[in-house]
């Protein structure tokens, strides 16, 4: 396996075993953006109600998770980049940059416009979290996946009880599908999964 794969999408028909496919739909199913829009949800009905909060929780979406992956999608469509996971780390910076103001917009208007505190102290704690992944995607391809999977249990643990770590289970087998898929190494899932638990007690510290 090689040490650092910058392009994805061109395995050999050796190599499109049903481990890989399945390593695909794991990929593509438990997604950083769809990780993240989830909790977008979860955290403000939590906090105010399943009604009010998917209302803010919506708003939240359009833009911390819209409005960077319609840009993704659109560059993957003119084939600027090569897929929505950023396979090669040299293009993920302006992504990532792009999707750090659309957060910080979103995160202005939700402050300002009252929205709940723990759906705030989220947002604030996924500008940080792409602030970190731009920091290290500059000379490391760090596992974004890892790192929004573990973030994510552990703000469902805070929020819901220690009971919730037994999703863990579910951040292996996205580390599993990562390495399996040779998109990246087991350091690069395991830092990144440091990272995302490090988000959790960010969470925890400003909500």
């Not at 957060?103 to 940080?128: N, S, Y």
């Not at 999703?167 to 999964?193: C, K």
């Amino acid at each position: 396996m090689t040490t650092e794969t910058e392009s994805i999408g061109t395995a050999p028909a050796g190599n499109r075993t049903p481990m890989r496919r399945a390593a695909k739909l794991i990929t593509d199913v438990l997604s950083p953006a769809v990780l993240v829009s989830v909790l977008l949800l979860v955290v403000p009905a939590h906090a105010a109600g399943v009604g009010p909060g998917l209302a803010w929780g919506l708003l939240a979406i359009a833009f911390v998770s819209a409005a960077p992956l319609s840009y993704v999608i659109v560059r993957v469509r003119r084939r600027t980049l090569t897929d929505v996971h950023i396979g090669v780390r040299e293009h993920r910076r302006i992504p990532f940059v792009i999707g750090l103001a659309t957060v910080l917009t979103g995160l202005v208007v939700l402050v300002v416009a009252g929205a709940p505190r723990d759906l705030i102290a989220f947002v604030g704690t996924v500008l940080v979290l792409t602030a970190a992944t731009i920091a290290v995607t500059s000379f490391w391809k760090i596992s974004v996946h890892a790192m929004v999977a573990m973030m994510t249990v552990g703000v469902l643990a805070v929020l819901y009880g220690p009971q919730l770590w037994s999703l863990l289970v579910l951040v292996a087998v996205i580390g599993w599908a990562r390495v399996r898929l040779t998109d990246h190494t087991l350091a690069q899932v395991l830092a990144g999964a440091a990272v995302g638990l490090a988000m959790a007690g960010v969470f925890v510290l400003i909500r």
